[in-house]
């Protein structure tokens, strides 16, 4: 998710609303994006409009059709398995910067991230659903606070649009695993205190990994 900046102009919103509609499925997989419609929906010109579509097809969230114009990126097990496998790969990396480079202030927004996370789950676990999203934007927060230390734009912002990708699948799926992800997220933070690199990725290997095979297994239900 793309945080909203001081200096955003109406195209910079509307992105960062469309992306948010097809990350959280008011925008489907493989939908048809019609100019006019999305231009009364998001209020933005038709100009500005086919700008912020091949910049979301860029992000891999759209895809253009040449002249038929454009769609929300489908959904498959394959795309799911590549994206969880490259974020694990950027995330851990970020994390071991991370944990060298964090000083106490890290620390605090780690714990404060956790914190908010920690309360979500509970209402979630206790079968609150309506936290769904909360949740999943603290769970965002959580895991952003944790890399927040590496000191590389870079690293954040591929990260950011790898996590994207990510948790569209768990939105879509309404995937939630409940204890045992709540329970990853208390060992990453107690990695971080701890300065454990090599069981911070551990940890994240099962958290990203085991969360696939969750959405993948919530799909194929009836």
Request: glycine share 8%; proline share 1%; with cysteine.
């Amino acid at each position: 998710m793309i945080e909203a900046a001081d200096h955003d102009t109406i195209g910079d919103s509307a992105y960062r609303n469309i992306r948010e509609d097809i990350i959280f499925g008011q925008l489907r997989p493989s939908e048809k994006l019609r100019l006019e419609p999305l231009r009364k929906r998001y209020n933005v010109s038709v100009t500005t409009l086919r700008e912020i579509l091949n910049r979301l097809t860029s992000d891999g969230l759209v895809v253009a059709e040449g002249q038929k114009g454009f769609e929300v990126a489908s959904v498959s097990d394959a795309d799911l398995w590549e994206v969880a496998e490259l974020r694990l790969l950027v995330e851990g990396h970020a994390i071991a910067r991370s944990f060298d480079k964090g000083d106490l202030d890290w620390e605090s927004q780690v714990v404060a991230a956790h914190h908010k996370l920690h309360r979500l789950e509970d209402r979630m676990i206790s079968g609150d659903m309506t936290a769904r999203e909360d949740w999943k934007r603290a769970d965002w927060g959580f895991h952003r606070a944790l890399l927040t230390g590496c000191g590389s734009k870079t690293l954040m912002d591929l990260h950011g649009q790898l996590f994207d990708k990510y948790l569209r699948y768990q939105i879509l799926t309404l995937a939630f695993r409940g204890e045992a992800g709540a329970q990853e997220h208390a060992g990453l933070l107690e990695a971080a205190f701890a300065r454990d690199v090599t069981r911070a990725k551990e940890i994240l290997s099962k958290h990203i990994l085991g969360g696939v095979e969750f959405i993948i297994n919530t799909r194929k239900k009836p």
